[in-house]
């Protein structure tokens, strides 16, 4: 008799699971503590690397009006980073987002991002410096693939994939543009870290601060600053910066007692920064004027969202999305011509913005110029793919005969959950199902309690079906076949199913599915 049992198998699963954990123990760069961690200093790399331009397109754009401010902003994180402690490992790069949210992020790798409208609330070049070490350190630190290595713990054997984000871009119409990037990007850039990375954040963003030169006070005024318009509930600030980064009491109360451990004085720089903040301050008035006019226009109110650009267009003239507002306003009153015209000038004041040329791409094929929207559409896919680009680009395949490019592009947008994405879906069910029907609606034979026969159909898509037929044939209980044709006599709503009577009735329901067949011959997209 064998005497050694074979071991469990979930005691295996145990033991590799944690030889799995024994691998993925790290040191953390900055803190030297042990961390959990799947993902290396490549990973980061390349993750910053591929998500940096779309996240930035997909959040506004680049701020490139002050072309000075974005070098000072630069130079300020430089000087910063020249004290993390991977330094020469990490790939660190700052820009300046072209949007009025108060909000900051880092991506993994050292890419960070401070919007436009968080400038406009700092003091200093001091809290400027608070707010860029923090992210400096979660990019440091690893933060975010500490975060995803917590993930995968849940989630082992799951498959990465690419889904789409709803980056709502605001118009007269309504429009509705989803972004597509990785939902890695809006997880990585909307992920709210633990306490202890946010203490990190704070704790070695202030010596990377003194490190620096920097005064470490502008830290705790910083925090300050936030924990006031937290307690007042600034809608702003709760929709930006606080959604990931929440302050607290405990945290001001840290920073005041780091601040102690570090050497007194440094820069502050005040001066400085309200210098180089001019420009912008000075234009403020002019996106304060355009925010409420795409506010006001998001609600329907053209009447009052007309004379807010108007205002924002005579303070700041050369600002591109102001001009794109104003071929939105133009296009919704049905002015297609003057509405390309100001497309143009918002693509000649920024053309690496891909709602200007997506927008001025539509404008082309509404004129009946399919040769100039083509190249808009595809350059506003390349700078940020959108299922409103696709949709488009789609329709023009489709136009001109090219079914397998027009399929592609169809599949692409309708992987959107909007307006877009279900009208792709329901040019590829047109596009398919007088071929195919069988490929759009399930069928199975079923009886009731009286032995009368159905085919149920199912419509598999997300559109509304009409004239469904069915070819059906039956085995009676003498053995005899009967065959017919059946019409469903309404509509069948997207993901319903109906039955149709076959006019067949049997004795025993044993083995329907063997002596029941139901085929759809023919089905069309409902009117």
Same mark, same amino acid.
């Given at each position: 008799?064998?005497?050694?049992?074979?071991?469990?198998?979930?005691?295996?699963?145990?033991?590799?699971?944690?030889?799995?954990?024994?691998?993925?123990? &790290?040191? !953390?760069?900055?803190?030297?503590?042990?961390?959990?961690?799947?993902?290396?200093?490549?990973?980061?790399?390349?993750?910053?690397?591929?998500?940096?331009?779309?996240?930035?397109?997909? *959040?506004? +754009?680049?701020?490139?009006?002050?072309?000075?401010?974005?070098?000072?902003?630069?130079?300020?994180?430089?000087?910063?980073?020249?004290?993390?402690?991977?330094?020469?490992?990490?790939?660190?790069?700052?820009?300046? @987002? !072209?949007?009025?949210?108060?909000?900051?992020?880092?991506?993994?790798?050292?890419?960070?991002?401070? !919007?436009? *409208? @968080?400038?406009?609330? #700092?003091?200093?070049?001091?809290? $400027?410096?608070?707010?860029?070490?923090?992210?400096?350190?979660?990019?440091?630190?690893?933060?975010?693939?500490?975060?995803?290595?917590?993930?995968?713990?849940?989630?082992? *054997? &799951?498959?990465?994939?690419?889904?789409?984000?709803?980056?709502?871009?605001?118009?007269?119409?309504?429009?509705?543009?989803?972004?597509?990037?990785?939902?890695?990007?809006?997880?990585?850039?909307?992920?709210?870290?633990?306490?202890?990375?946010?203490?990190?954040? =704070?704790?070695?963003?202030?010596?990377?601060?003194?490190?620096?030169?920097?005064?470490?006070?502008?830290?705790?005024?910083?925090?300050?600053?936030?924990?006031? #318009?937290?307690? +007042?509930? %600034?809608?702003?600030?709760?929709?930006?910066?606080?959604?990931?980064?929440?302050?607290?009491?405990?945290? #001001?109360?840290?920073?005041?007692?780091?601040?102690?451990?570090?050497?007194? +004085?440094?820069?502050?720089?005040?001066?400085?920064?309200?210098?180089?903040?001019?420009?912008?301050?000075?234009?403020?008035?002019?996106?304060?004027?355009?925010?409420?006019?795409?506010?006001?226009?998001?609600?329907?109110?053209?009447?009052?969202?007309?004379?807010?650009?108007?205002?924002?267009?005579?303070?700041?003239?050369?600002? &591109?999305?102001?001009?794109? $507002? =104003?071929?939105?306003?133009?296009?919704?009153?049905?002015?297609?011509?003057? &509405?390309? #015209?100001?497309?143009?000038?918002?693509?000649?004041?920024?053309?690496?913005?891909?709602?200007?040329?997506l927008r001025r791409g539509q404008a082309h094929l509404k004129l009946g110029q399919p040769a100039a929207a083509r190249r808009d559409l595809e350059r506003s896919l390349a700078l940020l793919p959108t299922s409103l680009g696709h949709y488009l680009l789609g329709n023009?395949?489709? =136009?001109?005969?090219?079914?397998?490019?027009?399929?592609?592009?169809?599949?692409?947008?309708?992987?959107?959950?909007?307006?877009?994405?279900?009208?792709?879906?329901?040019?590829?069910?047109?596009?398919?199902?007088?071929?195919?029907?069988?490929?759009?609606?399930?069928?199975?034979?079923?009886?009731?309690?009286?032995? !009368?026969?159905?085919?149920?159909?199912?419509?598999?898509?997300?559109?509304?079906?009409?004239?469904?037929?069915?070819?059906?044939?039956?085995? %009676?209980?003498?053995?005899?076949?009967?065959?017919?044709?059946?019409?469903?006599?309404?509509?069948?709503?997207?993901?319903?199913?109906?039955?149709?009577?076959?006019?067949?009735?049997?004795?025993?329901?044993?083995?329907?599915?063997?002596?029941?067949?139901?085929?759809v011959e023919a089905a069309r997209v409902a009117d």
């Amino acid at each position: 008799m064998n005497m050694h049992r074979a071991r469990p198998r979930w005691t295996r699963s145990w033991q590799w699971f944690g030889l799995l954990l024994l691998a993925a123990c &790290a040191v !953390n760069p900055v803190t030297g503590e042990r961390q959990l961690q799947f993902y290396d200093a490549d990973w980061e790399r390349q993750t910053g690397a591929e998500l940096y331009a779309p996240m930035r397109q997909a *959040g506004g +754009g680049d701020y490139i009006q002050d072309p000075a401010l974005t070098a000072y902003v630069r130079d300020v994180g430089e000087r910063l980073a020249a004290q993390a402690r991977r330094r020469d490992t990490l790939d660190f790069e700052f820009r300046i @987002l !072209n949007d009025s949210t108060p909000n900051a992020w880092a991506l993994p790798g050292g890419k960070i991002v401070v !919007n436009r *409208g @968080l400038l406009t609330r #700092l003091n200093s070049e001091a809290e $400027l410096a608070a707010v860029l070490a923090h992210e400096i350190v979660h990019a440091d630190a690893a933060h975010s693939a500490q975060q995803q290595s917590k993930g995968v713990l849940t989630q082992i *054997g &799951a498959t990465a994939g690419m889904v789409l984000i709803g980056s709502q871009v605001d118009s007269s119409a309504g429009q509705q543009a989803a972004a597509m990037v990785p939902a890695l990007g809006a997880q990585l850039i909307t992920q709210k870290f633990s306490r202890d990375a946010e203490r990190e954040a =704070d704790q070695y963003g202030m010596r990377y601060m003194a490190d620096a030169g920097y005064d470490p006070q502008g830290a705790v005024q910083l925090q300050e600053t936030f924990l006031r #318009l937290s307690e +007042g509930r %600034d809608p702003d600030w709760l929709n930006g910066l606080f959604a990931s980064h929440p302050p607290s009491r405990e945290r #001001l109360e840290r920073n005041r007692a780091m601040a102690q451990k570090l050497p007194a +004085g440094g820069h502050t720089e005040p001066q400085r920064y309200a210098r180089m903040m001019a420009g912008l301050m000075r234009s403020a008035p002019a996106y304060a004027a355009y925010d409420e006019a795409i506010a006001a226009a998001g609600r329907g109110e053209f009447d009052r969202a007309r004379p807010l650009l108007d205002r924002a267009l005579e303070q700041e003239p050369d600002e &591109a999305l102001f001009h794109a $507002l =104003d071929g939105d306003l133009k296009a919704h009153t049905g002015a297609l011509g003057e &509405a390309l #015209l100001a497309y143009d000038r918002a693509v000649a004041r920024n053309g690496e913005y891909f709602y200007h040329v997506l927008r001025r791409g539509q404008a082309h094929l509404k004129l009946g110029q399919p040769a100039a929207a083509r190249r808009d559409l595809e350059r506003s896919l390349a700078l940020l793919p959108t299922s409103l680009g696709h949709y488009l680009l789609g329709n023009l395949e489709r =136009d001109a005969g090219r079914r397998d490019a027009a399929r592609g592009h169809y599949e692409q947008a309708a992987r959107s959950d909007s307006e877009t994405g279900r009208q792709a879906q329901r040019e590829l069910v047109l596009m398919e199902i007088a071929e195919d029907p069988g490929r759009f609606v399930a069928t199975a034979p079923a009886a009731d309690g009286s032995g !009368n026969l159905y085919c149920v159909v199912a419509n598999r898509t997300s559109v509304a079906l009409d004239g469904i037929t069915v070819r059906a044939g039956f085995s %009676d209980d003498a053995g005899s076949r009967q065959q017919g044709r059946v019409r469903l006599d309404a509509a069948l709503a997207a993901q319903q199913r109906a039955n149709i009577a076959l006019g067949w009735r049997t004795m025993t329901t044993a083995g329907l599915e063997n002596r029941v067949s139901c085929e759809v011959e023919a089905a069309r997209v409902a009117d």
